[in-house]
């Protein structure tokens, strides 16, 4: 779906991702994002954790993890940075690399455009994602096996009232394409922004 634009697509998210964490305080970085366990300035460092990256160095990553949290180790390699430095190092890895390029860089624009959303909710600074890039993102969102979108979306209609975009057949959700898009990531807190009937069911399905 993200095709021959997806580097760039990824590239100008990184981009506004990092203009905008320009203006955050001190603390800022510090308040704890939608990813549990995770503050603002570790998925900004998980962000960047794949870069460079390639098959031999995530098999490594994956025995120090012992195959429970690889995530959590490409977070950690960056713990030592204060949060100038890991905006500088955002700055200069703007362009994704390594295995974030894999798929055309569907991995690299699905993930930096959630957790641009991750961080951005707790701050409350909503914005208008891209709507080319949310298309994208929201239909990978439903077909990544890393994701609970399409268990989330099975019978369901995804009707987004902002957005040229629908999926599927069933009890309507509508509301928000961003706030839609949140939801079939596992966001609970974006199912307040919803309406229709199929927002119980979706809820139910989070609940377990």
Request: hydrophobic letters at 40%.
């Amino acid at each position: 779906m993200v095709g021959v634009n997806g580097l760039e697509m990824a590239t100008a998210e990184r981009s506004d991702l990092a203009d905008f964490l320009a203006d955050l305080e001190p603390e800022q970085w510090q308040v704890n994002s939608l990813c549990e366990g995770w503050r603002v300035r570790d998925v900004v460092a998980h962000v960047m954790s794949f870069d460079d990256l390639n098959l031999l160095g995530m098999l490594r990553r994956a025995v120090e993890a012992r195959f429970t949290d690889i995530n959590q180790v490409g977070v950690d390699e960056l713990a030592s940075l204060d949060t100038g430095q890991l905006l500088d190092r955002l700055r200069a890895h703007l362009r994704p690399t390594g295995l974030a390029t894999t798929l055309g860089c569907r991995l690299a624009l699905l993930d930096v455009t959630i957790h641009h959303q991750d961080i951005r909710r707790p701050l409350c600074k909503p914005r208008q994602i891209p709507a080319e890039r949310l298309r994208c993102v929201l239909h990978d969102a439903l077909l990544s096996p890393e994701l609970p979108g399409r268990r989330l979306a099975r019978g369901v209609q995804l009707k987004p009232t902002d957005l040229d975009w629908s999926h599927g057949s069933g009890p309507e959700v509508a509301g928000p394409a961003e706030a839609v898009l949140m939801a079939m990531t596992g966001r609970g807190s974006a199912l307040e922004e919803l309406h229709g009937p199929g927002v119980s069911v979706v809820a139910g399905r989070l609940a377990r």
